[in-house]
T-cell receptor, first 112, second 112 residues
């Protein structure tokens, strides 16, 4: 069965610090993709970063990077130099068949 | 940057009424999805659509739900007879193969 687990329901981080949001996954498919989405209080889902299971390098997009450890089945999101605008809900997701499945999310609070 | 557009942003309807939620996916995307998020809960897959037919659907997507792509640009979700528990944020998403899924900004459906 395919599953995404986010064990941190909430996190508080000081502005300008780096933050790591945890995500582990389970799948028996050899080919899969991992995503992170940001959901601010306005409700929309904003795509942040994607990692394919065969990608040799960890994905990076600006201040976002994905720490992909295939053997451990983890795909943690790292946000460098956090900003107040990073306060939001963050969802890890995995492509499974023709859909993506989501974790329960981590609510990130950035403190001034 | 191309967007997935959803209308309306908020819909209030009486229990038992039919609602149609509308989406305009990104024009060169081939795969289309509906997801929903009950307030405070995780994002749940409803249905995927490819090549003018449903490719996968979840247990939530029962006979009360249907999807259409009537004119090659719009992608609609119809709920025939709404229930109180259908109140949620409904997200449309689209993607091309091997690219991140782009979500619309959502339609908040309130059933009263």
């Amino acid at each position: 069965a395919q599953k995404i687990t986010q064990t941190q329901p909430g996190m508080f981080v000081q502005e300008k610090e780096a933050v790591t949001l945890d995500c582990t996954y389970d799948t028996s498919d050899p080919s899969y993709g991992l995503f992170w989405y940001k959901q601010p209080s306005s409700g929309e889902m904003i795509f942040l970063i994607y990692q394919g299971s065969y990608d040799q390098q960890n994905a990076t997009e600006g201040r976002y990077s994905l720490n992909f450890q295939k053997a451990r089945k983890s795909a943690n999101l790292v946000i460098s130099a956090s900003q107040l605008g990073d306060s939001a809900m963050y969802f890890c997701a995995m492509r499974a068949s023709r859909k993506i499945i989501f974790g329960k999310g981590t609510r990130l609070h950035i403190l001034p | 940057e191309p967007e997935v557009t959803q209308t309306p942003s908020h819909q209030v309807t009486q229990m038992g009424q039919e609602v149609i939620l509308r989406c305009v996916p990104i024009s060169n995307h081939l795969y289309f999805y509906w997801y929903r998020q009950i307030l405070g809960q995780k994002v749940e897959f409803l249905v995927s659509f490819y090549n003018n037919e449903i490719s996968e659907k979840s247990e939530i997507f029962d006979d009360q739900f249907s999807v259409e792509r009537p004119d090659g640009s719009n992608f609609t979700l119809k709920i025939r007879s709404t229930k109180l528990e259908d109140s949620a944020m409904y997200f449309c998403a689209s993607h091309r193969l091997n690219y991140g899924y782009t979500f619309g900004s959502g339609t908040r459906l309130t059933v009263v």
